[in-house]
């Protein structure tokens, strides 16, 4: 039996692709930011940390963009838009809502505390729909 060292490479590769793809995806675990994405959907996202590689500066995100920070007010990340930038005593200070939800996230955010920024393509946000239900099925969400 010969080994082929070229196949193994192109699985190698594959997997690499698959592996790097599939941190770039957030499963939407709740209804807060419907219309815009709903349950189970999949957001794709750019990183402000990958492997060292920043792939976006999260003290550069604008009101209108929608990411993923960590909450002080919930154990997983939230994914939410920035609807407004303030200064406090000389810190930029985030206020960030749910498209869905009456008020407000119940604390400003700083940069340090957005670790993602969800990818928009000609101004839409990129989506899959529904895809995502699986993922969450199989967590007990």
Same mark, same amino acid.
């Given at each position: 039996?010969?080994?082929?060292? /070229?196949?193994?490479?192109?699985?190698?590769?594959?997997?690499? #692709?698959? $592996?790097?793809?599939? =941190?770039? $995806?957030?499963? %939407?675990?709740?209804?807060?930011?419907? &219309?815009?994405?709903?349950?189970?959907?999949? @957001?794709?996202?750019? /990183?402000?940390?990958?492997? *060292?590689?920043?792939?976006?500066? &999260?003290?550069?995100?604008?009101?209108?963009?929608?990411? @993923?920070?960590?909450?002080?007010?919930?154990?997983? &990340? %939230?994914?939410?838009? !920035?609807?407004? #930038? +303030?200064?406090?005593?000389? +810190? +930029?200070?985030?206020? #960030?809502?749910?498209?869905?939800?009456?008020?407000?996230?119940?604390?400003? %955010?700083?940069?340090? =505390?957005? =670790?993602?920024?969800?990818? +928009?393509?000609?101004?839409? $946000?990129?989506?899959? &729909?529904? !895809? *995502?239900?699986?993922? $969450?099925?199989?967590?007990?969400?």
């Amino acid at each position: 039996m010969e080994i082929d060292f /070229k196949e193994i490479a192109s699985y190698v590769i594959i997997l690499i #692709i698959v $592996l790097i793809a599939a =941190q770039h $995806l957030n499963v %939407v675990v709740s209804g807060s930011m419907e &219309p815009a994405f709903y349950r189970g959907d999949i @957001v794709l996202v750019e /990183k402000a940390n990958f492997l *060292g590689i920043n792939e976006f500066d &999260p003290s550069a995100v604008e009101v209108g963009d929608v990411v @993923v920070y960590d909450a002080a007010w919930y154990d997983e &990340p %939230v994914i939410h838009r !920035i609807i407004n #930038i +303030t200064d406090i005593n000389g +810190t +930029t200070m985030y206020v #960030i809502k749910g498209d869905n939800n009456d008020k407000a996230d119940p604390y400003y %955010v700083t940069s340090d =505390q957005i =670790q993602e920024k969800v990818v +928009t393509f000609n101004d839409n $946000l990129v989506i899959i &729909p529904k !895809i *995502g239900y699986l993922s $969450l099925w199989l967590r007990g969400l």
